[in-house]
């Protein structure tokens, strides 16, 4: 049994199958699933969805570094109230992204800080995004890491330079597809032998970055949670361990970080369950 601890199943390109997608999901052995928030309306609805699926799905609640400009002196409300909820089990996806700059990197840092505030208040962990703004990240991250319960930087992949940094914080660590793209995945293929199996987690980052090694591959290019054991392959290809293995190291790992139940205990919800559900 896989967990995808990073799968945006609120994005607009799930609307008309959606709950087929979280069906090939489970049939993949995905068993359950972190549905990403990356702003204050996508959050909602992650928590939306996710009361839908209990057992199966759970939701983080934050605001993307895209998204940091929208920050105002009501969000932090907003977002400790989501936080309250029990199936919200993480603070994010929250960071610094200084590769597209969508936001200011000033309202960056600012909407960054404000979501580790409120992880250190709720006890909750934070469910991170860094891309070209390590020192920074790095910095502002580690005043706050022994005030907030748990850390992981998700879809990394960056160099050993923060890699190293990343876990001598006592951080987990998120990959992606990316390891599976050839043209600029490569070098994790090395960096993965350094990362403990007590703090690796695996996602999709769906519908982005669908694994390269996918065969065949679907003809929307929509990447999906089902596809996870494409990614679980190569990654356990590289460790020289087992599927099962990797599954197991990874899934206790999830469980634990994000306080989710045993799934082998879970009574899923049925075919005939969900057909009720809107898409």
């Known amino acids: 049994m896989w967990i995808d601890i990073g799968a945006n199943l609120c994005d607009p ?23 990403t ?24 609640a934050g605001v993307h570094p895209h998204h940091a400009e929208s920050w105002d002196s ?38 960054l800080e404000a979501q580790l505030d409120l992880a250190a208040a709720t006890g909750k962990p934070v469910f991170l995004h860094e891309r070209d703004a390590f020192e920074p990240f790095f910095q502002l991250v580690r005043r706050y890491r022994s005030s907030v319960s748990a850390i992981v930087v998700h879809c990394f992949t960056g160099e050993e330079r923060s890699l ?5 914080m006592d951080a987990h660590i998120g990959l992606t597809g990316w390891f599976c793209d050839e043209r600029r995945g490569t070098h994790l293929h090395d960096l993965v032998k350094m990362i403990p199996l007590e703090r690796l987690m695996l996602e999709t980052d769906a519908p982005y970055l669908l694994p390269r090694n996918l065969r065949p591959k679907p003809r929307h290019r929509r990447n999906e949670p089902a596809f996870l054991p494409w990614i679980a392959q190569a990654i356990a290809h590289h460790l020289d361990i ?10 206790a790992t999830a469980r634990q970080f994000f306080h989710l139940p045993d799934s082998n205990h879970q009574t899923f919800v049925t075919s005939n369950e969900t057909q009720g559900i809107s898409d």
Not at 37 to 59: C, F, K, N
Request: aromatic fraction near 8%.
């Open 37 to 60: 928030g990356s702003d204050l309306v996508i959050s909602e609805a992650a928590l939306d969805l996710s009361t839908q699926w209990p057992g199966i799905l759970y939701a983080s």
């Open 242 to 251: 087992s599927e099962t293995s990797l599954a197991d190291y990874t899934s």
């Open 74 to 111: 009501k969000s932090s409300v907003t977002l400790e109230k989501l936080a309250q909820h029990s199936a919200i089990r993480a603070i994010g996806e929250a960071g610094l992204d200084f590769y597209r700059n969508y936001a200011s990197k000033r309202a960056q840092l600012y909407c």
């Open 13 to 35: 390109s799930f609307n008309s199958d959606r709950t087929d997608v979280i069906k090939r999901a489970l049939e993949a052995g995905v068993s359950q699933m972190m549905v």
């Open 164 to 168: 190293r940094a990343y876990l001598d």
